[in-house]
């Protein structure tokens, strides 16, 4: 793995260089306290991992991380930053992957390096990898972002739950918001899986700066069809993340268990978005808007792709820095019993809940019934379709 550091206080230097000297994964270590060469370093490497002060003479640490993305976009940025206001963040958010506070804890420059090696193991293409690196934001849906904007604008008669609401219905903008709490800067070794929390943890007024005034959340104009497609999508996320919650409640989950299976129901066909935006002018576009159900739709994804919509999110998701069991419900959700992991976890949840809750006809043929029987939960399904209430759901976007 090659990694680039970058900045201009020499003690901090010496710290990265005695914290990975003995790293087994990294076989270049680059550090550099000029900025300005560290440009031309971009420009003759691809680097694993890019990581930038923020303020520094000459040139700043978004113009680091902008030369990074143009020369690799498929590589991991992340940015050390003391904060001093909105504004700065909001610069910088869409080219950092990750934000990491100053003083910072070196164990979250160690944490970069793991999540880089655990994105190059995931099976993507690296066209694809490039493509997914190079992501700044999706797009929200134009009549919630106006909603949004005017409850952020109006923050005072605005309440947290009435902005909360709002996010949930686009997953695109869940991810995001997820994405930055998540960041070290805000969560320190917190895992956030909730978007009340998020939205706690980040503030109103950072939240209306990032929204309101940068390009990350432009209001651009789509394609009506897509558009269409994608107010159905999120109709049925929030649908499956019901549905979940009714599950991990009869099965007597944690607290911390149910948040992470509703969240990861939410955003699980969030690389099915991503595929649909990035794929937007292939031939076969509609294939992924409207190519069937489960691993038929996986099937058609790999062949257009070079991956399915459930290792997509999850790549993402690693990259954005998102708890792991919500990485590997999204990248599981459709064969659990491939994914290795054992007993009933949140990719139990996701699974069911993604197929049972929109009540399509002979739905529970697509369960894993093998691996829903080893976990033990197989003479609950009959229970959950009750609960849920499957057959009184409208017509599915595919799965």
Same mark, same amino acid.
């Given at each position: 793995m090659k990694i680039l550091f970058v900045d201009d206080e020499p003690a901090i230097l010496r710290?990265?260089?005695?914290?990975?000297?003995?790293?087994?994964?990294?076989?270049?270590?680059?550090?550099?306290?000029?900025?300005?060469?560290?440009l031309r370093r971009l420009r003759e490497t691809d680097?694993?991992?890019?990581?930038?002060?923020?303020?520094?003479?000459?040139?700043n640490g978004v113009q680091v991380l902008q030369e990074a993305a143009r020369c690799n976009p498929g590589g991991l940025r992340a940015v050390?930053?003391?904060?001093?206001?909105?504004?700065?963040?909001? %610069?910088?958010?869409?080219?950092?992957?990750?934000?990491?506070? *100053?003083? &910072?804890?070196p164990k979250a420059i160690t944490d970069l390096i793991e999540r880089a090696s655990a994105l190059a193991e995931m099976p993507l293409p690296d066209g694809l990898r490039r493509r997914l690196g190079g992501l700044r934001a999706l797009p929200p849906l134009p009549h919630l972002f106006t909603h949004l904007t005017k409850a952020l604008e109006e923050d005072q008669s605005s309440s947290l739950t009435d902005i909360c609401a709002l996010l949930n219905q686009d997953m695109a903008l869940v991810a995001k918001i997820m994405q930055l709490a998540n960041s070290a800067f805000f969560a320190g070794r917190t895992q956030v899986?909730?978007? %009340? /929390?998020?939205? /706690?943890?980040?503030?109103?007024r950072l939240l209306s700066s990032l929204v309101l005034q940068h390009?990350? &959340?432009?209001?651009?104009? /789509?394609?009506?069809?897509?558009?269409?497609?994608?107010?159905?999508?999120?109709?049925?996320?929030? *649908?499956?993340?019901?549905?979940?919650?009714?599950?991990?409640?009869?099965r007597q989950m944690s607290t911390a268990e149910r948040e992470e299976s509703t969240m990861g129901s939410l955003l699980h066909d969030i690389g099915r978005l991503v595929l649909a935006a990035e794929f937007q002018d292939h031939p076969d576009r509609g294939t992924l808007l409207e190519g069937g159900s489960g691993i038929q739709l996986c099937n058609e994804e790999i062949r257009i792709a070079g991956a399915h919509h459930g290792w997509v999110g999850a790549y993402l998701m690693r990259l954005w820095g998102l708890p792991q069991p919500l990485v590997q419900?999204?990248?599981?959700?459709?064969?659990?019993?491939?994914?290795g992991i054992e007993g009933f976890t949140t990719l139990t949840v996701v699974h069911v809940a993604d197929i049972i809750a929109h009540g399509a006809p002979g739905? %529970?043929?697509?369960?894993?019934?093998?691996?829903?029987? %080893?976990?033990?939960?197989l003479d609950d399904i009959?229970?959950?379709?009750e609960l849920i209430g499957s057959s009184t759901s409208d017509s599915a976007v595919g799965h």
């Amino acid at each position: 793995m090659k990694i680039l550091f970058v900045d201009d206080e020499p003690a901090i230097l010496r710290t990265i260089r005695r914290t990975l000297r003995n790293l087994p994964d990294t076989d270049r270590l680059d550090l550099e306290g000029d900025p300005l060469a560290a440009l031309r370093r971009l420009r003759e490497t691809d680097y694993d991992l890019v990581v930038t002060d923020m303020r520094m003479p000459g040139c700043n640490g978004v113009q680091v991380l902008q030369e990074a993305a143009r020369c690799n976009p498929g590589g991991l940025r992340a940015v050390l930053s003391g904060y001093s206001g909105e504004a700065e963040m909001a %610069e910088v958010v869409p080219y950092a992957h990750l934000i990491i506070g *100053k003083p &910072f804890d070196p164990k979250a420059i160690t944490d970069l390096i793991e999540r880089a090696s655990a994105l190059a193991e995931m099976p993507l293409p690296d066209g694809l990898r490039r493509r997914l690196g190079g992501l700044r934001a999706l797009p929200p849906l134009p009549h919630l972002f106006t909603h949004l904007t005017k409850a952020l604008e109006e923050d005072q008669s605005s309440s947290l739950t009435d902005i909360c609401a709002l996010l949930n219905q686009d997953m695109a903008l869940v991810a995001k918001i997820m994405q930055l709490a998540n960041s070290a800067f805000f969560a320190g070794r917190t895992q956030v899986v909730r978007i %009340e /929390q998020a939205v /706690q943890m980040l503030g109103i007024r950072l939240l209306s700066s990032l929204v309101l005034q940068h390009e990350m &959340f432009v209001n651009s104009p /789509q394609n009506p069809n897509l558009l269409s497609w994608r107010e159905r999508l999120n109709r049925e996320g929030l *649908k499956t993340a019901a549905a979940a919650m009714r599950i991990a409640r009869h099965r007597q989950m944690s607290t911390a268990e149910r948040e992470e299976s509703t969240m990861g129901s939410l955003l699980h066909d969030i690389g099915r978005l991503v595929l649909a935006a990035e794929f937007q002018d292939h031939p076969d576009r509609g294939t992924l808007l409207e190519g069937g159900s489960g691993i038929q739709l996986c099937n058609e994804e790999i062949r257009i792709a070079g991956a399915h919509h459930g290792w997509v999110g999850a790549y993402l998701m690693r990259l954005w820095g998102l708890p792991q069991p919500l990485v590997q419900a999204v990248a599981w959700h459709h064969h659990p019993s491939r994914s290795g992991i054992e007993g009933f976890t949140t990719l139990t949840v996701v699974h069911v809940a993604d197929i049972i809750a929109h009540g399509a006809p002979g739905a %529970e043929a697509h369960l894993d019934l093998d691996y829903l029987s %080893e976990v033990g939960c197989l003479d609950d399904i009959p229970v959950w379709m009750e609960l849920i209430g499957s057959s009184t759901s409208d017509s599915a976007v595919g799965h």
